[in-house]
């Protein structure tokens, strides 16, 4: 990834620090079958936890009907571990102990014979988080067939659960690139650690890898491993350019953690893109000699390891000072070629080794796959993979010009991106790998962009991903999978981003529904994005919401009446009064916050172009973007082609301490002594304008 502000330099982004260290482990799927009944019967189970996080999981469960068919039914079984429900969906589900009972709801009593039913759920664990090991169905034994009309046995026999790590794995024969990359999904990158530019792996913030993370990447449900690595620091001289011996063998130390977790594993040459490749227009033979040098001794060094180890040419491969897309196109070209040949010759597993080739920039518009489409025809190799990354459309990845939603125009973005790769590549039997997917401003933090928005946009990457044959490798500096907690930072994003390897999930047009403080509370409506699922009902906490009385729904319109949010919003405090979940036939539940507020008050304020903050009551209601206009209405501030705003590099709210913050970055680029006036936009519709004046280094604001 290259730094978020479109020049040379990935943003340095520290890893929050965590008092816990506990393990986080992924259930593996366990898959529970049979059944015999006084009539025809037989039931099949599957059991999934869907996400996992400290003391919490979510687990989906599937209840196929073998026999005849049944109207009303009863799911029964016991928790191995002590484990506990919390909230269930598409179904009621009560305990005793850790006997467990989950009986249909109105809408799906009746399954047909063969049919199936599903329903969810979120519970606590502690220690270990075994699946079940049997369940009965109406007091039928699950055991995948189909009985006698006699009596049934009181229980089935136990089955064996399945082992937490599955047995290694042999990767497709060589030539079968498609299937092996498809056997990499989904894969996760272990960034700003080994590709740190510093003295060692710790030099952006983040600790040293420790075979426990590795451990910890694969539990998840990852299948391959991204280990970005920036060699400049730990090169001696020409002509041979040696790599320090210590941190080479540390670099194979994590490759071996890696690949003794049955993980694919891909490395390459990644932030020396920007610090010396990038040279090569006026300085070719110096940069091809060094590059050639690395790879020399990475194929060396790596020639016996695995099939399952992966190397990548470079990363984000740029230019600086070339005469334009041709030389760019010739030098990339280059490049790839020279990593192919001294790779294929070096033998050993290295002959049929996958190796991955990026476009410029690993960028997906048309002219750079073209170029990189010429480099794979000439190469004539079975064994080469296509790289592109995707971090979504620039105006909703960073919140600017007004990019607040996952909206059609960013759908598009990415459906034609992933459309390009896969005609150019995939349809003609070439595997794709997206390196590197995220939202580019989550290299200042994940709330940037607004949840639901954010949601959204996993949601639907996942699926076209999936739709377009597609593996991708999350990108995570630390911000999401903690390195030595194990913990997600948000575990909603990840339970969505999970869900998206399998399934759709259904969503809304907002995750927010804001009822205002004074007068009188009226009824909302949401637009549900059914994404080929069907809407199941709402539930607040394990209550069921009643249609007809608490919600209506009119084809893809949901609707919350006015006495529904009477009762959620209580006494209507400032903030969240009540969280409701939309519940779907398939993926994660879709999670509604009702919010009461009022309009926002901003007050008087100085201060300095490096810290001046404007006194703000937010009163229960959240920014999303802000509009900077000169007196006569020409655009103000920053990418002055838009009048509004990038969030956080511009402004940035502060909840807790009741402000917003005008940076340096904008007053930078504002005219001195020319009053600018600040369109502040709120997530409940609110519009609050204010006016700063710069003169010098001060700063002064006042309510418009």
Known sequence: MIGTRGTTRRTRWRVGAFTSAVTMLLAAVGVLVAGTAQAAAGCA?????????????????????????????RLTWTFPAGQRVAQAWNATVTAAGDDV?????????????????????????????????????????????VGPTTAPPTSAPPTTPPPTTPPPTTPPPAGDAMAAVAAMQPGWNLGNSLDAVGADETAWGNPRITEALLDNVKAQGFK?????????AHLGGAP????????????????????????????????DSWQWINTMPTDRT??????????????????????????????????????????????????????????????????????????????????????????FNALNDRNLIATVHYYGYWPFSVNVAGGTHFDATAQKDLTDSFDRVYDAFVAKGIPVIVGEYGLLGFDRHTGTIEQGEKLKFFEYFGYYARAR?????????????????????????????????????????????????????????????????????????????????????????????????????????????????????AGV??????????????????GTTSAFAIPTQFRGDQLATMEAKY??????????????????????????????????????????????????????????????????????????
């Open 469 to 585: 044959k597609l593996t991708t490798m999350l990108w995570d500096n630390g911000q999401h999978l903690g390195r030595t907690s194990f913990q997600w930072s948000d575990p909603e994003l990840i339970a969505q981003l999970k869900s998206s390897w399998t399934t759709r999930s259904g969503t809304a047009s907002s995750d927010l529904v804001f009822t205002a403080k004074a007068g009188a509370i009226s009824a909302k409506t949401l637009t549900l994005n059914l994404n080929g699922t069907t809407f199941q009902g709402l539930r607040q906490g394990s209550t069921d919401l009643v249609q007809g009385t608490d919600y209506t729904v009119s084809g893809s319109q949901l609707t919350l009446t006015a006495s529904a949010l009477t009762r959620l919003t209580g006494s209507r405090a400032y903030g969240v009064n009540a969280t409701l979940h939309a519940r779907f036939s």
């Open 286 to 375: 110096t940069v091809l000699a060094k590059y050639n040098a690395i790879w020399t001794q990475l194929a060396s060094t790596f020639r016996g390891s695995s099939p399952k180890l992966v190397f990548e040419s470079v990363n984000e491969p740029q230019f600086t000072g070339s005469s334009g897309d041709a030389q760019n196109a010739t030098l990339l070209a280059e490049l790839n070629t020279s990593f192919h040949r001294i790779v294929r010759a070096s033998g050993g597993n290295n002959a049929t080794r996958l190796l991955v080739l990026p476009t410029l920039h690993t960028s997906s518009e048309q002219a750079r796959i073209d170029e990189l489409v010429a480099t």
């Open 45 to 73: 189970v599957t059991y999934q936890v869907s996400s996992q996080w400290q003391g919490g999981f979510g687990a989906n469960v599937n209840v196929t009907n073998l026999g005849d068919a049944i109207n009303g039914w």
């Open 224 to 232: 391959s491993v991204r280990i970005p690595v920036t060699w400049s």
């Open 240 to 271: 041979n350019y040696p790599i320090e011996a210590a941190y080479l063998n540390r670099v194979k130390e994590v490759v071996d953690w890696a690949l003794a977790d049955d993980l694919y594993v891909m490395i390459n040459i990644h932030h």
């Open 589 to 606: 539940p879709w999670r509604i916050n009702i919010i009461t507020y009022d309009r926002p008050v901003l007050g008087n304020a100085t």
């Open 631 to 704: 007196a006569d209405g020409s655009n103000a501030g920053p990418h002055d082609w838009t009048s509004f705003k990038e969030f956080d590099v511009t402004f940035q709210p502060d909840y807790t301490g009741n402000s917003i913050a005008l940076t340096s970055d904008f007053f930078a680029a504002v005219t001195d002594n020319a009053p600018v006036t600040l369109t502040f936009h709120f997530w409940s519709g609110e519009k609050v304008t204010y006016k700063v004046t710069r003169s010098g280094s001060t700063v002064t604001g006042i309510t418009a």
């Open 101 to 145: 009972t989950a009986a249909n709801v109105g809408y799906n009593a009746a399954i047909a014979t063969n049919a199936s039913v599903s329903f969810g759920f979120n519970g606590s664990w502690s220690g270990t988080n075994p699946n079940p090991t049997s369940f009965a169905l109406n007091g039928v034994a699950c055991t995948g067939g």
